[in-house]
């Protein structure tokens, strides 16, 4: 796979389309997950993702080690979504936040009302741990990336990803427990009535 990859980077140095297209199939996800982890809204991911590729293709040749593109690119990707997030306006909104968990909706207006609560509330979540945080965690559980890929895409240490995890779970399980017992309440006092 490395040096496939290391083959492709070539290529695509020598302006070959086809080679970086295959480079985009080949890392397009975790590109998108390194945006969604920094921003926290799909759309605007997908807008850092498409720059994050036109810069790369643009500066391929400054890349001195082939078989280290996605980390490279995952620099980029990363680099460009915190200038977005400076740019904007902090009363700016994303968007809706959707998250990239797929949602499964019932017809029952208030378990969807329900899942779709829980959805924005894991969102909301996931959101408040810090930048370098999120995309890790984006990694491991949507994209189910073990800790030394990780890593290796951030330019970590595979024990700095697992630190980083095991803080980010206690912070949401705090955050998330907050957020079951909040909303059992009303449910449970009008279930009384």
Request: glycine residues 4%.
């Amino acid at each position: 796979m490395e040096s496939a990859g290391r083959d492709l980077v070539e290529r695509a140095r020598c302006k070959d389309a086809q080679a970086f297209a295959a480079l985009i199939r080949l890392h397009e996800r975790v590109a998108l997950s390194v945006a969604f982890g920094v921003m926290g809204d799909a759309t605007a991911a997908g807008d850092v993702v498409q720059d994050a590729f036109v810069r790369a293709w643009d500066r391929l040749n400054d890349l001195r080690e082939p078989e280290r593109f996605a980390t490279w690119l995952c620099g980029i990707v990363r680099n460009l979504a915190v200038d977005y997030l400076r740019r904007r306006k902090p009363a700016e909104s994303l968007g809706d936040h959707k998250s990239p968990v797929a949602e499964k909706w019932t017809h029952d207006p208030l378990t969807e009302l329900d899942q779709r609560e829980r959805c924005q509330g894991i969102h909301a979540a996931v959101m408040s741990l810090d930048e370098i945080s999120r995309p890790v965690v984006v990694l491991r559980y949507y994209e189910g990336m073990a800790s030394r890929e990780i890593a290796h895409l951030l330019e970590l240490t595979p024990a700095a990803v697992d630190m980083r995890l095991s803080r980010a779970r206690k912070q949401l399980r705090l955050l998330l427990d907050d957020l079951d017992i909040s909303r059992r309440k009303p449910i449970e006092n009008s279930a009384k009535d």
